[in-house]
């Protein structure tokens, strides 16, 4: 019955959207709270968790996104995205771009949280788009799967990190089976499903595109790449040291704390503000100016992302999540595609990839124990069904769309599709691991 009223409520929403073109943030809460009475929750206790909800997800990705926008403005306004634009088109050519970002964007995904690397990465796709006439999405859908790929198999990303730690699992062994899934899951829902895509030429976002400059008037290419780069040394430097330094320590938390994607993100604009506008010759005001207009061009994606939090904790707190994991409990599935499919359900319903996965770790370590499973690969296998079908109860949906601006049915077509094989190759991966391993 609670995966009836949750499958009601999503198809609810959609039509809300797409069809009475109500407002998406009035339709998230509409279906909220209709969710929410339909499970038997109390109205007060409803509101309690639209509130939680709102204030849990903005609280995680509001200064992230903010910070990433300022910095992607500058980074654009300033020249440095054209420079390195034209950089990268020179070292690969115009015909390979897609595959340049693919590997970007697995490099940049490894240390760094999804929003961040899309915000990075993001207007970079955009900027080469519309230098080089080339459709946005068919060049940026590698990026994004690469994106994907790292945030729902790899730690140090938190659900993967999370489901490592509960089942006492290697972190190394884990990273090293994780990339080696990771490589076919990138190359067929990124590369290969992406080069299908050259059908959709939508113009992306052009807060993102600053006008041409001349070779004089755009930073160094130096200057460019460390700017830009600045957040995920920041991070990756924090994430292989941490480990080795001795626990506790002034150096461990001094390192522990610039590596936050928060703190690396803020001093990255900080260190920004310097390179690309004051030493450009921008006055303070200018700059600020800029750091404005980015904040507007990002706000309405924090009302839709908190309607989509909203709607996640009321799932959530209905008991949606449980329900689902307990009625797969006693399945006589394999228990690597068992644990797939639980977190896939718990995803598609409450539209978050960490609740899925540490809703489904909690299930499946008893099984793991009983079974005797690499619990390696049961990691990997739970942050693949952790990435299955996003849709509209997930706050990465909104921001892709926002982006690239297409529409409600051709989001779910592209974005929606890519996220759905990246889940489902990455299954087949750990199949065809454990196969291999014996």
């Not at 069809?19 to 943030?25: A, E, I, S």
């Not at 310097?274 to 404005?292: A, S």
């Amino acid at each position: 019955m609670l995966l009836t009223i949750t499958i009601l409520g999503i198809l609810a929403l959609i039509a809300l959207i797409s069809f009475v073109r109500l407002h998406t943030f009035l339709a998230f809460l509409a279906v909220s709270l209709g969710v929410g009475l339909a499970l038997g929750q109390k109205p007060l206790e409803i509101l309690d968790s639209i509130q939680k909800g709102i204030g849990g997800t903005l609280g995680s990705i509001t200064a992230i996104i903010a910070l990433g926008a300022m910095l992607g403005k500058l980074v654009a306004q300033s020249g440095a995205a054209q420079r390195i634009a034209v950089k990268l088109m020179d070292l690969v050519g115009t015909g390979h771009a897609r595959w340049a970002f693919l590997v970007t964007g697995f490099i940049v995904g490894l240390p760094l949280f999804y929003s961040v690397g899309f915000l990075l990465l993001a207007p970079l796709v955009i900027t080469v788009s519309y230098r080089y006439k080339l459709p946005a999405l068919y060049i940026g859908l590698p990026m994004l799967a690469s994106l994907s790929v790292t945030q729902g198999y790899l730690p140090p990303h938190p659900a993967p990190l999370a489901i490592l730690k509960q089942f006492n699992a290697d972190m190394g062994l884990t990273l090293f089976y994780g990339i080696i899934v990771s490589i076919p899951a990138i190359l067929i829902s990124g590369a290969l499903f992406g080069s299908t895509l050259k059908r959709y030429t939508t113009p992306a976002n052009p807060a993102f595109i600053a006008p041409d400059l001349s070779e004089d008037e755009m930073p160094s290419a130096t200057t460019s790449f460390l700017t830009v780069l600045l957040p995920i040394l920041l991070i990756g430097l924090s994430t292989f040291l941490n480990p080795l330094l001795p626990e506790g320590s002034l150096v461990q938390q001094v390192i522990g704390f610039v590596g936050e994607p928060v703190v690396s993100m803020f001093l990255s604009v900080l260190v920004a503000t310097y390179t690309l506008g004051l030493r450009r010759g921008k006055t303070m005001p200018e700059v600020t100016g800029l750091f404005g207009e980015a904040v507007k061009d990002v706000a309405m994606l924090f009302l839709i992302f908190g309607g989509a939090g909203a709607l996640k904790q009321v799932l959530t707190d209905g008991g949606v999540s449980q329900s689902i994991a307990e009625m797969m409990e006693n399945s006589t599935l394999h228990p690597f595609v068992l644990a797939w499919g639980m977190a896939a359900l718990i995803r598609v319903c409450t539209g978050s990839s960490t609740v899925s996965g540490i809703t489904t770790a909690g299930f499946v370590a008893p099984m793991l124990a009983a079974t005797g499973v690499e619990p390696n690969l049961m990691v990997l296998s739970i942050g693949a069904g952790s990435m299955m079908f996003s849709h509209v109860n997930d706050t990465g949906f909104w921001l892709f769309r926002e982006y690239f601006q297409l529409s409600m049915a051709d989001t779910l077509k592209t974005w929606s599709v890519m996220e759905t094989l990246v889940s489902i190759t990455g299954l087949t991966g750990v199949m065809a691991l454990n196969l291999i391993l014996g």
